[in-house]
């Protein structure tokens, strides 16, 4: 056997085994992935998202509008301004768990959604699901999240070693029908699976390949602190050596008994988040638009009492997008602008981060990008049953060619598993 034979059957079979062991795993993320495709949308359309009539009335300052949907300033996390007169401001609040106040722009008044709230407690179950494997809370959602991303990681090398094996050693028009123009005329059997596994997982490879990697920054650190070495500002660098430095010798702490952690202290506790000398949020909004006029979205992020600044991040257009936001730095008591920063001012490894979240889901792209990111997900449902059903084939034949050769008196002849099946070359 060839040396590129040899190296061959070694990542196919590589390839298999980890399938097997990961292919559940990769199925429920796949599945969820399909079902939270439209997750926004379908929350909107579930629960019946208020939507205000555009009369033309001014709206309120935001402070304002806190004061009249019952919100004491403190208590916000944070407030979203949309540019869109039919959409509320969206108040998110500090207390965990606790559900965003929406309120109207023009009266304060709190807006309710006509649904109970199933939309969204359904699409946060499949969250859990698709993140956690189901896991509430606890030390058992920590260590779902760590077996839920490794499933991720080893998708991530079927993806790619799926590719190697996919690129035909010799080139011919069969090869091409059976592994790259996917055919709908197979009624089932092998010669179909076969097809959709290797037709459609190369068409959805780079696609594919982008929502795994993406998800790997969900479920570790490692991967935004090794980018920020190789790709970030000095100061990016030096916070990646010691969080890296820091995450080694907890996990040393931790084996050897440790807590790796450190107690409480007074300093650590939440301290008031507003003062007397803070700008009225109007200030902050009047800056923001001032500088960028084009604005759609404004988010304004409250300090606590410890911080000198507000940060406002204005998103014009797509406002998935991050090339299209820009943050500013606020001082609070006047409400001038401190820092501005826009995409391009960001070290490439931040660049490469903004486009995790919405990348994952394929919003940075809207509608389309939706569709495609959906569309990949359930092609990846369809490489894990075509793939099952191919193993399950071969071992099947391998064992049935076992029996044969042992009732036929060759017992000293075993079947090879070690070439895999191919398409005509």
Same mark, same amino acid.
């Given at each position: ?96 768990? @606790? +559900? ?5 722009? !023009?009266?304060? /008044?709190?807006?309710?959604?006509? *649904?109970? $709230?199933? =939309?969204? #407690? ?37 993806v790619l070693s799926g590719l190697y094996l996919w690129w ?70 030096? @916070? +990646? ?5 820091? !995450?080694?010798? /907890?996990?040393?702490?931790?084996? *050897?008994? $440790?807590? =790796?952690? #450190? ?139 076992? #029996? ?22």
């Open positions: 056997m060839s040396v590129s034979r040899r190296i061959r059957t070694v990542f196919f079979w590589t390839h298999l085994s980890i399938g097997l062991l990961a292919g559940a795993l990769i199925l429920l993320m796949s599945v969820t992935g399909v079902l939270l495709g439209f997750e926004r949308q379908l929350i909107a359309w579930i629960d019946g998202a208020p939507r205000i009539e555009a009369t033309g009335a001014a709206p309120l300052p935001l402070d304002s509008v806190l004061a009249r949907a019952g919100v004491a300033r403190e208590a916000a996390a944070s407030v979203i301004v949309r540019r869109d007169p039919t959409q509320p401001i969206t108040i998110r609040l500090r207390e965990e768990g @606790a +559900a965003p106040v929406l309120a109207h722009p !023009a009266t304060g /008044a709190v807006l309710v959604p006509a *649904g109970d $709230g199933s =939309g969204q #407690r359904a699409f946060s179950a499949l969250r859990r699901w698709h993140r956690y494997v189901g896991a509430e809370a606890g030390a058992l959602r920590d260590r779902m999240k760590l077996v839920n991303g490794v499933a991720n990681l080893v998708f991530l090398a079927l035909p050693r010799r080139w011919s028009v069969a090869r091409l029908k059976a592994t790259a123009v996917p055919q709908l005329t197979h009624r089932g059997g092998h010669a179909r699976d076969f097809n959709w596994h290797n037709s459609l997982g190369f068409w959805f490879a780079i696609p594919l390949a982008i929502i795994v990697a993406t998800g790997a920054f969900f479920s570790f650190r490692w991967p935004g602190q090794y980018l920020d070495l190789a790709l970030g500002s000095d100061k990016e660098r030096a @916070a +990646a050596r010691e969080a890296i430095a820091e !995450a080694r010798a /907890a996990r040393g702490d931790a084996r *050897g008994g $440790g807590d =790796g952690g #450190r107690e409480r202290t007074r300093d650590d506790a939440p301290a008031p988040r507003v003062t007397p000398d803070d700008a009225p949020l109007a200030h902050y909004v009047a800056t923001a638009v001032a500088a960028r006029p084009a604005w759609a979205q404004l988010t304004i992020t409250l300090p606590d009492a410890k911080a000198s600044e507000a940060r406002v991040v204005v998103a014009e257009g797509n406002t998935y997008r991050p090339d299209q936001r820009w943050t500013f730095e606020l001082a609070r008591a006047s409400g001038t602008v401190v820092t501005s920063t826009g995409y391009d001012d960001l070290s490439t490894a931040r660049q490469l981060r903004a486009w995790v979240r919405f990348g994952h889901t394929g919003e940075v792209f809207g509608i389309p990008g939706q569709i495609i990111a959906t569309l990949a997900s359930a092609v990846g449902v369809l490489l894990v049953l075509t793939g099952f059903a191919l193993t399950g084939r071969r071992f099947r034949q391998a064992l049935l060619r076992r #029996r044969r050769s042992a009732s036929s008196g060759g017992a000293g002849a075993r079947p090879s598993l070690d070439v895999p099946l191919q398409a005509p070359r």
